[in-house]
């Protein structure tokens, strides 16, 4: 049971440590490594980790080790152990990550990316709430068990610096660190969605990602357009025709290489979701004027996002600014594009299927590549057993005040199935904090911090439970 003390003792530590401290984390531009290659000569990463660290100790945890390790050439990451008290059995593995996405344009006025702005109960800035809060939210939990001389199990936190770049210096790290992180029995992620900020929300799927950059030559410099129309082919026309043998330009539908059948309890569950949150399916996002959705039916667009492919061009080049475009036939158009797969899906396998089908027999015999960067697959979790089930339900009902719901997510998060993989009997709990309008990734990104209080206190719960159960 969460007592009034436990979380009491949270919520003092989200406001007089861990909120002033990740305003000072936001502060640095820390982008992950597919955002900066120079990340390492910048020094953002060290800086980083290194204040997380230094707030380790003030939680006045028992029994605590930390360091941070670095691998050559890899972004560091910071492994915290905390010993079990006394006899208690079971090894619980925390993750989280550090590494942040890059600025992205459009905050509105007063905000920005590396600029902390605390305000009406949120805290604004690139990466308080994906996923600078991880480490605190694990510690603070831990630390309020104990306040309460309640037992709990080995806890063993993990804080990344690689996420958002596909966690491709993980597996490194996985292999290097096998022995300190033993067989665990539990896992506790909190870097995933919550569909609204009322109670917790439980993640049961994940997408996986294949992104890449399309490129096309047509040329070895640019020309005048009117003496080539005609005559030379448009790159941007041909890359557009080559995003066409993948995604069907009316409906968005992708090709069967990055789909799976979807199980027939997915569609319960987007039911459910939709009964609790309602139109906020939709009011999430920033429509511009009067864009719609993709289907006028909720529910099928909460199982499109979470069980079935879905493309973004994220990125173009070869192109000035409209404002300072001539009339050049230009010599190449590049694109960046994301494609999330379903759950289900082996995203190496699919990545090479696509990479075939967008380089052989090109328009015009135009030169095309297309170079990925990641291919990282999906993960379902497996059934909890009912003791996790009851825990979770009475975590939620306790901190605040409402059941427990279960939702895919549309996003990707590598650990989930490089854990999952390496140990299949692991049970998972996958929650956050990144509800409506929070924005990860994109401008205005806020961390709700009465929401992190409460999931902070769910964890609590957890730890506790897991002394007994486990």
Same mark, same amino acid.
């Given at each position: 049971?969460?007592?009034?003390?436990?979380?009491?003792?949270?919520?003092?530590?989200?406001?007089?440590?861990?909120?002033?401290?990740?305003?000072?984390?936001?502060?640095?531009?820390?982008?992950?490594?597919?955002?900066?290659?120079?990340?390492?000569?910048?020094?953002?990463?060290?800086?980083?980790?290194?204040?997380?660290?230094?707030?380790?100790?003030?939680?006045?945890?028992?029994?605590?080790?930390?360091?941070?390790?670095?691998?050559?050439?890899?972004?560091?990451?910071?492994?915290?152990?905390?010993?079990?008290?006394?006899?208690?059995?079971?090894?619980?593995?925390?993750?989280?990550?550090?590494?942040?996405?890059?600025?992205?344009?459009?905050?509105?006025?007063?905000?920005?990316?590396?600029?902390?702005?605390?305000?009406?109960?949120?805290?604004?800035?690139? *990466?308080?709430?994906?996923?600078?809060?991880?480490?605190?939210?694990?510690?603070?939990?831990?630390?309020?068990?104990?306040?309460?001389?309640?037992?709990?199990?080995?806890?063993?936190?993990?804080?990344?610096?690689?996420?958002?770049?596909?966690?491709?210096?993980?597996?490194?790290?996985?292999?290097?660190?096998?022995?300190?992180?033993?067989?665990?029995?539990?896992?506790?992620?909190?870097?995933?969605?919550?569909?609204?900020?009322?109670?917790?929300?439980?993640?049961?799927?994940?997408? *996986?990602?294949?992104?890449?950059?399309?490129?096309?030559?047509?040329?070895?410099?640019?020309?005048?357009?009117?003496?080539?129309?005609?005559?030379?082919?448009?790159?941007?026309?041909?890359?557009?025709?080559? /995003?066409?043998?993948?995604?069907?330009?009316?409906?968005?539908?992708?090709?069967?290489?990055?789909?799976?059948?979807?199980?027939?309890?997915?569609?319960?569950?987007?039911?459910?979701?939709?009964?609790?949150?309602?139109?906020?399916? /939709?009011?999430?996002?920033?429509?511009?004027?009067?864009?719609?959705?993709?289907?006028?039916?909720?529910?099928? /667009?909460?199982?499109?996002?979470?069980?079935?492919?879905?493309?973004?061009?994220?990125?173009?080049?070869?192109?000035?600014?409209?404002?300072?475009?001539?009339?050049?036939?230009?010599?190449?158009?590049?694109?960046?594009?994301?494609?999330?797969?379903?759950?289900?899906?082996?995203?190496?396998?699919?990545?090479?299927?696509?990479?075939?089908?967008?380089?052989?027999?090109?328009?015009?015999?135009?030169?095309?590549?297309?170079?990925?960067?990641?291919?990282?697959?999906?993960?379902?979790?497996?059934?909890?057993?009912?003791?996790?089930?009851?825990?979770?339900?009475?975590?939620?009902?306790?901190?605040?005040?409402?059941?427990?719901?279960?939702?895919?997510?549309?996003?990707?998060?590598?650990?989930?199935?490089? /854990? *999952?993989?390496?140990?299949?009997?692991?049970?998972?709990?996958?929650?956050?904090?990144?509800?409506?309008?929070?924005?990860?990734?994109?401008?205005?990104?806020?961390?709700?911090?009465?929401?992190?209080?409460?999931?902070? *206190?769910?964890?609590?719960?957890?730890?506790?439970?897991?002394?007994?159960?486990?």
């Amino acid at each position: 049971m969460i007592s009034p003390q436990i979380q009491n003792h949270i919520d003092t530590l989200w406001e007089s440590e861990i909120v002033p401290t990740l305003s000072k984390y936001i502060e640095i531009p820390n982008k992950s490594p597919a955002f900066d290659d120079d990340w390492e000569a910048h020094g953002y990463m060290d800086e980083a980790i290194q204040l997380l660290e230094s707030r380790i100790p003030i939680f006045g945890i028992k029994n605590l080790t930390h360091r941070i390790v670095q691998l050559e050439g890899r972004t560091p990451l910071l492994l915290v152990d905390v010993a079990a008290t006394d006899d208690t059995q079971g090894n619980i593995l925390l993750y989280g990550h550090y590494d942040k996405q890059p600025e992205f344009v459009g905050w509105r006025e007063n905000l920005g990316p590396w600029k902390p702005v605390l305000e009406n109960g949120r805290l604004y800035g690139r *990466g308080g709430a994906d996923d600078g809060y991880a480490l605190f939210g694990c510690l603070a939990a831990i630390s309020a068990v104990e306040t309460q001389d309640l037992p709990h199990p080995r806890c063993l936190i993990l804080i990344e610096g690689c996420e958002e770049s596909g966690s491709f210096d993980l597996p490194f790290y996985l292999e290097a660190l096998k022995s300190d992180i033993g067989k665990p029995d539990l896992l506790i992620c909190l870097d995933a969605e919550c569909g609204n900020y009322d109670q917790l929300w439980l993640t049961t799927s994940l997408r *996986g990602l294949i992104s890449g950059t399309l490129t096309v030559d047509v040329l070895t410099e640019g020309v005048h357009s009117g003496g080539a129309g005609g005559i030379v082919p448009s790159s941007f026309r041909i890359l557009r025709e080559l /995003l066409s043998r993948i995604e069907d330009v009316h409906s968005g539908e992708m090709l069967p290489y990055v789909n799976c059948a979807i199980p027939a309890w997915v569609e319960q569950q987007s039911n459910n979701l939709v009964a609790a949150i309602g139109n906020t399916v /939709l009011e999430r996002y920033p429509w511009s004027g009067k864009t719609n959705p993709a289907s006028e039916d909720l529910v099928q /667009l909460v199982t499109r996002n979470s069980w079935e492919a879905s493309m973004a061009v994220t990125g173009l080049g070869g192109a000035p600014d409209p404002k300072y475009a001539g009339n050049t036939l230009r010599p190449f158009t590049s694109a960046k594009i994301a494609i999330r797969t379903a759950p289900l899906v082996d995203a190496k396998v699919a990545a090479e299927k696509l990479k075939h089908i967008l380089e052989n027999h090109p328009p015009y015999d135009a030169s095309v590549s297309f170079d990925i960067d990641a291919a990282e697959s999906g993960w379902c979790s497996p059934v909890n057993p009912a003791w996790l089930e009851e825990a979770l339900q009475t975590a939620s009902q306790q901190t605040f005040g409402q059941p427990m719901l279960k939702m895919g997510t549309g996003g990707t998060i590598p650990f989930m199935t490089m /854990l *999952g993989k390496t140990f299949p009997d692991c049970n998972f709990v996958v929650t956050g904090v990144l509800g409506p309008h929070s924005n990860a990734h994109g401008p205005n990104e806020f961390l709700d911090i009465e929401t992190g209080k409460k999931v902070t *206190g769910c964890i609590a719960h957890l730890v506790a439970r897991a002394a007994v159960e486990l």
